[in-house]
């Protein structure tokens, strides 16, 4: 977010001052949905109040989730080239960081904010009406050269079955 925002969304001032965990305190997480702001929750650590109270073991949490979070996302990659939800397995690794570290969290509400714009635009009458026509041509020239392949060639099957 920049400062033009955030002072049109009534959300301006000063930085929140961060906690020895590297959370920040104080801040809230907004999601706007339609020009209406809500309030989510802030950012910074999800551990339950005993691992936040020993600073070992909040160490430890962190290092846990970081791993765990390491693992789904280099599968979410794994999962680009080959079959398998590979976007959805990443912001899912995107999402276990985001329990634990705030520029996860950030990651997270960008991305979010990002495809909710595109879901507006697309459902935008003209943005509709350029991709109906868009689909309709290609549709239109798929047939147009299977037409042809098909007259030249015949439909001819790949493999032999004559019994």
Do not use: C
Not at 39 to 48: D, L, V
């Amino acid at each position: 977010m920049n400062a033009e925002s955030d002072a049109r969304d009534g959300i301006g001032g000063a930085a929140a001052p961060a906690t020895a965990a590297g959370g920040v305190t104080g801040k809230v997480a907004p999601d706007v949905t339609e020009g209406v702001v809500k309030e989510g929750r802030a950012f910074g650590s999800r551990a339950p109040g005993f691992v936040k109270a020993s600073r070992t073991l909040h160490v430890s949490w962190q290092v846990g989730v970081f791993v765990v979070g390491l693992a789904v996302v280099v599968g979410g990659i794994i999962m680009l080239p080959l079959p398998g939800p590979g976007w959805l397995v990443i912001f899912g690794g995107m999402a276990i960081w985001a329990t634990e570290f705030v520029w996860a969290q950030l990651v997270l509400h960008w991305t979010r904010r990002k495809v909710t714009e595109a879901a507006q635009k697309a459902l935008d009458p003209k943005v509709r009406r350029r991709n109906i026509i868009l689909t309709v041509t290609g549709l239109v020239i798929i047939a147009v050269l299977v037409g042809i392949y098909v007259w030249k060639f015949g439909i001819v099957m790949p493999w032999k079955i004559h019994e």
